[in-house]
């Protein structure tokens, strides 16, 4: 058994994306969750692309991942903390220095700090896992 922790391939709960600073960084963040899921460029995500309401996230395309968000107003460390417990494999910072370079900062589950990727780092990382079965 995996005990809880499931291989990316497979896991409901691929990643998680938070941003840090509260509010003022939910856009970026909702951008890097949308690109994640579609598998497209920053800058051609727009607001009217985002999920509409009720629209479920688990479509039959083979092409998707994943990607959940965490908006709410805890601190830095218990989001982190709250996504490790809730096994994601990867958790995503997100926050001004982010935003500028147009990257995240990536985590894995065990806490191993991975560093900044852009999008397309971060996507191609996980379809090496995928292709794997990682």
Do not use: C
Request: no cysteine.
């Amino acid at each position: 058994h995996t005990g809880g922790r499931w291989p990316f391939w497979l896991n409901p709960r691929q990643a998680i994306v938070i941003p840090v600073g509260g509010s003022k960084f939910f856009d970026y963040a909702q951008k890097v969750q949308q690109s994640l899921i579609t598998r497209t460029d920053l800058l051609t995500i727009n607001q009217s692309e985002f999920f509409k309401k009720g629209e479920s996230r688990n479509n039959n395309s083979a092409n998707h991942y994943f990607i959940d968000i965490d908006l709410s107003p805890n601190s830095l460390n218990k989001m982190i903390k709250t996504a490790q417990l809730a096994q994601y494999n990867f958790i995503l910072v997100v926050g001004e220095k982010e935003k500028d370079t147009r990257t995240v900062n990536v985590r894995q589950r065990d806490g191993e700090i991975l560093g900044n990727m852009t999008i397309d780092q971060l996507l191609s990382h996980f379809e090496k896992l995928d292709r794997q079965y990682l």
